[in-house]
């Protein structure tokens, strides 16, 4: 269920976790487009017999830009910002990819306001995400600092 903030309450709420995503599929048909989509063919993503006998996965696992080019939809499905007119992805401080996402997975956002920084007609927010598998143990498969532009 996505959750309703408002842009003027965002200061107050810096150190909250403010949304959790709903759960997203990383099936080998996805994981298979976006090695077309990048040119990203190396086997350990799209060669199931190969990963069997060789990988150390078993199978064939998510590129980590995969998990991460998934956060935009994570944060529109998790957060909604009541008097935002207009948000612009800044870019990104740090990124870790500390577990493999194995092929056939769901995985869903952790959202927590590390920061809102004013900026011209606007704030910057910095968002400590967590893409955590389900039912995969305590590792996430991404973790990251994401900068996003909210313009009132």
């Known amino acids: 269920m996505t959750r309703m903030i408002v842009l ?5 709420l810096v150190g909250s976790e403010l949304a959790v995503s709903r759960w997203f599929a990383v099936g080998q048909e996805r994981i298979d487009a976006f090695a077309e989509a990048t040119e990203d063919r190396q086997w350990i993503h799209v060669d199931a017999e190969r990963c069997a006998r060789e ?3 078993g199978a064939p696992v998510a590129h980590g830009f995969l998990t ?3 956060l935009p939809a ?3 499905d998790a957060l909604a910002i009541e008097g935002m007119r207009m948000g612009l992805n800044y870019g990104l401080n740090r990124v870790r990819f500390p577990a493999p996402l194995p092929s056939g ?3 869903r956002g952790r959202w927590l306001l590390g920061a809102c920084d004013p900026i011209e ?19 996430p498969v991404c973790a990251a ?6 313009y009132a």
Do not use: H, I
């Open 121 to 139: 007609g606007g704030v910057q927010l910095t968002w400590n995400v967590t893409v955590e598998p389900e039912g995969q143990g305590a590792k």
């Open 74 to 76: 994570m944060l529109e």
């Open 55 to 57: 990988s150390p996965f």
């Open 68 to 70: 991460l080019s998934l």
């Open 105 to 107: 997975s769901r995985v």
């Open 8 to 12: 003027a309450q965002l200061p107050q």
């Open 145 to 150: 600092e994401f900068l996003v532009r909210a």
